[in-house]
């Protein structure tokens, strides 16, 4: 797998993912909250699945995300 989601774009993911599965998981805001899970996981695994389609690289390379290397 290609990682494709950079530093600074991992971090706002994994930020944005946070906030609205905390939201969701107090009842703050609706079951829309649950999609919060999608940044999240993306921010974890380094990879966003529509990038490639788009012809986006946040990474600035084309890296590796196997074995942590990814993105440094």
Request: charged share 10%.
């Amino acid at each position: 797998m290609k990682c494709n989601v950079g530093s600074i774009d991992r971090v706002l993911r994994i930020a944005v993912g946070l906030v609205l599965v905390g939201l969701a998981a107090s009842g703050v805001i609706g079951v829309g909250g649950w999609v919060g899970v999608v940044p999240l996981a993306t921010g974890l695994f380094r990879f966003y699945p529509f990038y490639p389609v788009l012809g986006i690289n946040s990474c600035g390379t084309d890296s590796d995300c196997t074995g942590g290397g990814c993105c440094k």
